[in-house]
């Protein structure tokens, strides 16, 4: 006779206890899943994801109905357990009703920590925790909020701020720390990371403590114990989880922070188990995805009654950022003891940081930023703990310095068969290796479907990759491209082809020809399917100024305090007294806090209100000066050195180069932001060869590079040709911008784009004189029909964009 199970929960801890339980055991017990929320089982670490408007709901589901009526579980979705009767071994649910058990499993997770703050009971008050929040969120994201504020500055903040950041709010993190995520970083990682955050258009406040949520019907804002106020139409709590031991405290069980539980997840009942973020286990609870399911699968094997059911004896947890773009990773000690040796790796200008915590020459903790390949690596000596005194000269180096092929398909090879892999799922490399042998596997999701691997938070769905293709060689063939967002099953490129041979009409009509799932969108795909049309349909198509990114429809970028920055473009770095005894005057004339030089060999005006905006664009372009895009996907800066004008080891004249290029190239949208440079001579003092299109001088003309990048993914650029004459420069460069703007992707930066179709491609397209012409002269033609932005804002924006928020509301507490 079978015996009865009761779940409590139906998280990814209770699932995964369950998928390994039925494996082993699948006629023991009679199975029941008690779940509060009206949901099969999902994904929760994809929440975010939901939230960034890359996935939908269904999407990120783990365990349909299907999985449970295949297996005979009996799923009560949306019924919560509200008491236990050890004695009687009765469990009673919301809806009154008193079952029986033999054994039960408690996986009820976790509660979101609320600060009892005046006004926290407000709406548009929200934790990030579960699927309705983020349906919450994304209702006050789409449905007008401008303003976010979110309380955290941990992992869940960053996340929770990243994913409204890209459904075009702004969103200022406030945090109680002076560091960001002080858990797992230590304070020079969370600087990087906080500067790269900023850069992405986040505005932090740090050591600022909250005092009040303001509003009376809804959240308007929030009052910093400093006197400051924060506009917010919605407000993200994001401070924490407390595991929920609540049923269980109540049924006598013992419990500290959580249910107390031993190495085989027995409670002080034997017939209660439990599992996941509510229990604590040698007094430490756990709050990530991987040791909960380590947990899991213990706990499976003592219900099933195997034979050697093994112990759980905690877990080595590490930690990786799952905001799009940021590589970060930690893991164990990040700050090191007194006896412990710390080697550092810094380079502050690719904001990449490496940090190992050693101790008797064996690897125990790590902080890696901007450049995390050789995470594994450092995780597999932290488990091993192998002496480090061979390799200590070059571990900070990782893999490539060790005489090993480096990062990559072959980098992957020199790990052990021993290696985890997909630490969420307890994946190990050699299990991988023998699934695609045994079962001919070739792509990653049938990895992921047969071995779990990458199945959970995607982290490791890169050294996957690297698996498959130093198994298969060369039979293996890359994933095909994602689809563009959550709103469509298209590729970007599908989109990009179909505008492209369609014919001119406003945004939402794309989408609805197209079959979007949302008619609005979001704001991933309205951008993408506006620079499309720009670029294709250049002459018939209306800006849509509600589809561009905020920065965007507001020509200017904006800074941590809500107020903007204004760069002028200054052609080639070059200005003269007149120049700057203008921009003196209008600095002054409008109180501008201050005037910085830029890293592009601009000025950039920084403090200003955006209610100044207009004025200041009309200033500016009276005396002849435009929009430098600093705060678009567009072509930005030329640097120049000083050449042959002026230095004694210049080779051809930079300056004049570089200003003639400049003028012949800005004011054109591209698919992400693109920067130049020109120096005199092989010495390269303007680095042009980390730059989108960099233009170095020799002695017979001019080398042109492309496809560089100097941010934290360093790229060093392409030779893409040589040329003798400065207006051979301006033709290959405007043919070269011409082609990345009609074949990249949006959001897709001519490194990557390099990356993917290779210079091969790019060197065939152009060494066409007559296709290099007509993508030169296309370039051109979109070039001059663009009126500079700032021109035409001055004269046409409405005063209500960039009125403070204060005055169109009627409110006098909050202003933008």
């Not at 269904?58 to 008491?83: C, F, M």
């Not at 790269?196 to 009052?223: D, H």
């Not at 040329?723 to 911008?737: D, K, N, P």
């Amino acid at each position: 006779m079978q015996e009865s199970l009761i779940v409590v929960g139906n998280g990814m801890a209770a699932l995964r206890t369950l998928e390994e339980l039925t494996e082993l055991a699948p006629d023991r017990y009679r199975i029941t899943v008690y779940g509060t929320e009206p949901h099969a089982g999902y994904n929760r670490i994809l929440l975010s994801s939901v939230l960034a408007g890359e996935k939908q709901l269904d999407q990120i589901i783990t365990h349909p109905v299907t999985w449970y009526n295949e297996r005979g579980i009996e799923l009560k979705a949306g019924v919560s357990v509200t008491a236990i009767d050890r004695k009687t071994q009765r469990i009673t649910d919301s809806l009154g009703n008193r079952v029986p058990y033999d054994k039960l499993l408690l996986a009820t997770g976790s509660h979101p920590v609320i600060l009892p703050l005046p006004g926290h009971t407000l709406p548009g008050v929200l934790p990030f925790r579960d699927a309705i929040d983020v349906e919450r969120m994304l209702a006050a994201a789409q449905g007008g909020g401008q303003h976010a504020v979110v309380i955290g500055g941990g992992l869940l903040g960053l996340e929770a701020a990243m994913g409204l950041l890209k459904q075009g709010m702004e969103v200022t993190v406030v945090h109680l720390m002076g560091s960001l995520m002080e858990r797992q970083l230590d304070a020079d990682a969370a600087e990087l990371l906080r500067c790269e955050l900023e850069m992405r258009g986040l505005r932090f406040r740090l050591n600022a403590e909250s005092a009040a949520i303001l509003g009376e019907q809804q959240v308007t804002g929030l009052r910093l114990k400093s006197g400051e106020i924060l506009p917010a139409d919605l407000l993200v709590m994001a401070v924490g989880i407390r595991p929920n031991a609540d049923l269980a405290r109540s049924a006598g069980l013992v419990c500290n922070r959580g249910i107390v539980v031993d190495d085989h997840l027995s409670s002080s009942d034997p017939a209660i188990v439990a599992v996941g973020e509510c229990v604590e286990h040698r007094g430490v609870v756990y709050g990530l995805v991987a040791p909960l399911y380590a947990q899991g699968k213990v706990l499976a094997r003592h219900l099933a009654g195997v034979e050697s059911p093994g112990c759980y004896e905690g877990s080595t947890v590490s930690t990786r950022l799952k905001v799009t773009g940021v590589d970060l990773c930690s893991a164990g000690e990040i700050h090191g003891e007194k006896e412990d040796e710390i080697l550092i790796f810094t380079d502050p200008a690719r904001r990449v940081y490496k940090k190992l915590i050693v101790h008797n020459e064996r690897v125990r903790g790590m902080v890696l930023l901007g450049d995390t390949r050789d995470g594994p690596w450092y995780l597999e000596l932290m488990q091993r703990q192998e002496p480090i005194t061979p390799i200590r000269e070059h571990i900070l180096f990782g893999n490539a310095h060790l005489g090993d092929a480096g990062h990559g398909p072959a980098g992957v090879v020199h790990l052990s068969d021993d290696h985890e892999v997909c630490g969420c799922n307890g994946v190990k490399k050699g299990r991988i290796l023998e699934a695609i042998s045994r079962l001919g596997l070739t792509s990653v999701e049938e990895v992921r479907t047969h071995t779990k691997a990458s199945g959970s938070c995607g982290s490791c769905t890169g050294v996957v990759e690297q698996l498959l293709a130093a198994a298969l060689g060369g039979d293996y063939v890359s994933p095909v491209a994602k689809a563009l967002c959550g709103c469509t099953q298209r590729t970007s490129d599908e989109v990009r082809e179909a505008v492209r041979e369609g014919q001119a009409m406003p945004v939402r009509a794309v989408m609805a020809r197209l079959g979007w799932s949302t008619p609005d969108g979001c704001p991933a795909c309205r951008q993408a399917i506006q620079y499309y049309l720009t670029v294709f349909h250049p002459a018939s198509h209306q800006e849509e100024r509600s589809a561009r990114f905020v920065n965007e429809r507001y020509h200017a970028n904006i800074q941590k305090d809500g107020t903007y920055s204004v760069v002028p473009r200054i052609f080639g770095g070059i200005t003269a007294a007149k120049e700057l005894k203008m921009l003196a005057d209008l600095v002054e004339r409008f109180a501008i806090p201050e005037v910085k030089f830029t890293g592009g060999q601009r000025l950039t005006l920084l403090g200003i209100r955006r209610e100044q905006l207009p004025a200041i664009w009309s200033e500016l372009s009276s005396h002849g000066m435009v929009s430098g895009h600093a705060y678009g996907k567009a072509v930005r800066t030329v640097k120049t050195c000083v050449g042959s004008r002026w230095c004694r080891f210049g080779t051809q004249d930079s300056e004049a180069l570089g200003v003639e290029l400049e003028q012949k190239l800005w004011n054109c949208w591209t698919p992400h932001k693109v920067k130049l440079a020109v120096s005199g001579c092989p010495r390269n003092c303007a680095e042009a060869t980390i730059k989108d299109i960099g233009v170095v001088g020799v002695e017979s003309g001019w080398e042109i590079h492309v496809g560089g990048n100097g941010g934290i993914k360093v790229r060093v650029t392409d030779l893409l040709t040589k040329v003798a004459t400065h207006e051979e420069v301006q033709e290959w460069s405007a043919a070269f911008l011409q082609l990345y703007r009609r074949e990249a992707r949006y959001l897709e930066r001519t490194a990557t784009w390099l990356d993917r179709v290779g210079i091969g491609f790019v060197r065939e397209q152009l060494a066409d004189p007559a296709m290099r012409l007509a993508l030169a002269s296309e370039f051109q033609k979109a070039h001059t029909e663009i009126e500079d932005p700032w021109q035409a804002g001055s004269k046409t924006e409405s005063a209500r964009h960039f009125a403070p928020l204060a005055i169109i509301g009627q409110q006098t507490e909050v202003a933008a």
